[in-house]
């Protein structure tokens, strides 16, 4: 099951509504868009692995996704969206009215799912960096012990710096300046208004 629904394409309004605060009343929803047929679904909710990378996607597109990291996996650029049918015609009016309007996009099964790739590959280079830090720190620290007890083992006395640099450093940058354009693009594609 998708966020989409049974449908094969949606439009979808992302809010960040501030603690305290209410979303758009149905009424307001059914002035503003004819055949709306609208859904309403937290962020963190039932389709949560969808939303969350768009919400990823988001903070990437705020931040730069070299501001992105694992310590921000739980971003919170929006926390509900409304599904309305993909008939509707966008309403500046409605978005004037509604300042936590955060974006607004078009997405079917195949924008859906290039968005879900993207981040989680987004996710796996961010990953595999902060385990080749450890890595890193493991070489240091066996370098450290072999030297504190006297074992004699060469390859723990003297790992070849430059090879695990080369290994380690900057693992994944170009991909990530690739994946941040494709995400820039995606976002140009779907943006609804």
């Not at 009343?25 to 309403?40: C, R």
């Not at 015609?89 to 978005?95: G, L, M």
């Not at 290994?167 to 994944?172: A, E, K, M, N, V």
Request: with cysteine; net charge neutral.
């Amino acid at each position: 099951m998708s966020v989409l629904g049974n449908s094969d394409s949606a439009n979808f309004i992302f809010f960040h509504i501030p603690r305290g605060h209410a979303l758009p009343s149905n009424d307001e929803f059914s002035n503003a868009f004819s055949n709306h047929q609208m859904k309403i679904y937290k962020a963190k909710g039932y389709f949560s692995y969808e939303l969350s990378a768009i919400n990823t996607a988001f903070f990437i597109l705020k931040n730069n996704i070299k501001e992105y990291a694992k310590k921000y996996a739980y971003v919170d650029e929006f926390n509900f969206v409304a599904r309305l049918n993909a008939t509707c015609k966008a309403n500046i009016f409605f978005n004037i009215q509604h300042p936590e309007i955060v974006k607004q996009y078009r997405l079917d099964q195949s924008t859906l799912k290039s968005i879900v790739k993207m981040i989680g590959a987004v996710n796996f280079i961010k990953e595999a960096n902060e385990d080749f830090k450890n890595w890193k720190d493991i070489f240091e620290r066996g370098k450290q012990i072999n030297l504190e007890l006297m074992l004699a083992d060469p390859k723990m006395e003297n790992p070849n710096e430059a090879f695990i640099a080369s290994l380690f450093d900057d693992y994944g940058a170009i991909a990530l300046d690739h994946l941040y354009q494709q995400i820039v693009d995606w976002d140009k594609k779907v943006t609804w208004l």
